[in-house]
């Protein structure tokens, strides 16, 4: 990378007021991650006009297409982080190698998947629903996202070499131009239009492999010929044992962390199911909704992260410390007004997916008390981008199990025991709130014992 073109990336990482830089980066991210999450509802709208149990069943198949999400993003994040900090160090032999190390882990988890979609489908359901309707429906659907995974893998990795540099706006190219795709597809798959085939719930399952496909596609070729600071050559592609422990190391953590919310999925659908199995669709609705809400803020995330882990690398602790306050404030002002439009709003959101009268009665106060959970949820979120970006990733990873497992599925077990359902909604809000102070303890951890022992500077 010539000098004009190094000074061009410090330019804007480590000097740009950070307000500014944290927006920029973010709202492309927020952009797609929301045109996203609208296709993810609007696919599961057009699933429920097949009937509830399709709706049911694509709510049951979530907890392993999430666990897919997961592993892409997760190792992302990983390749992320130390690619941007490789960056700030200015080691860009280093960073070329860590982005062909990140290709490689990225492919092989990719191919894992595969297997996973043709032999542990049919277990998967047949462990969570008797219903034949439900079981032919999820096997099915199952089978074709995780058999056509590269795409997800492809586009997560080569997005995340965007991301490192700065380049977030060609990486929002690269999602818009997969998630539009499905929104055109998925009516015209599922239900045979303009002479397409009528693929009834496989269609909305290829549709979104295809979209997937798209954007890794589009994402290869804006790295190609629009990032010069990250460039694959054969002579990159290695065994760096080092290299691969730098990105596991943040890396795993964030797949668990967020594998941890499949897990989540699974176990509290088998409590939910005792009940109704309409309560599993109640669960995978809010799951949709919410994720308009959550996108935002992941893009936050994914903004913020570089930024953070470029600055440490350079040593700005002011730059690290004002980029970690605007995320959060930011996070908390999101998840506010997801919380508003829970309360106000939820008989809306349910009948966007033809819900009977049953699972309005449900729903409805099912969403206004989950809702009250949505600020602890941001706070923990933004402070997972500080534990990735400063190497303890194991951080945002102890959150989440203690979330998710420690606090969540006991108390909703316990719940489940007085035998309404109503109760079992209040145990997200308990077990989010009590993740709040396990977030804050791990943040200020961190701010004593590595930000702290950074010199002071004056660059904002």
Known sequence: MTEAKQQLLENKMGTMPVGKLIFSMSVPMMISMIVQALYNIVDSIFVSMISEQALTAVSLAFPLQSLMIAFSTGIGVGINAHLSRALGEKKLQRANRTAASGLLLELCFALLFVLTGIFLAVPFFRAQTADPEIFSYGVLYTRIVCCGSLGIFAEITFERFLQSTGRTTLSMYSQLSGALFNLVMDP??????????????????????????????????????????????????????????????????????????????????????????????????????????????FGLNNGTVPILAYNYGAGHKRRILRALKVSILTALGFMTVGLLLFELLPGLFFRLFHASANMLSLGIPALRIIGLCLPFVGFSIATSSAFQALGKGYYSMLVSICRQLLFLLPTAYLLAKTGVLQNVWWSIVIAEGAGLFVSLFFLLRSLQKIVAPIPDDHVL
């Open 188 to 297: 015209v798959l599922i239900f045979g239009l303009f002479g397409a085939p009528k693929l009834g719930i496989a269609g909305a399952a290829l549709a979104t492999v295809l979209g997937q496909h798209l954007s890794a596609l589009v994402a290869i070729l804006l790295n190609q010929t629009k990032n010069p600071e990250v460039k694959l050559h054969a002579k990159s592609f290695g065994f760096y044992p080092e290299l691969l422990g730098h990105i596991l190391a943040v890396g795993i953590p964030s797949t668990i962390m967020q594998a941890l919310s499949s897990f989540m999925v699974y176990a509290m659908n088998q409590i939910l199911i005792g009940f109704t199995a309409t309560a599993t669709a109640i669960l995978g609705v809010y799951f949709k909704i919410s994720s308009l809400i959550f996108m935002p803020v």
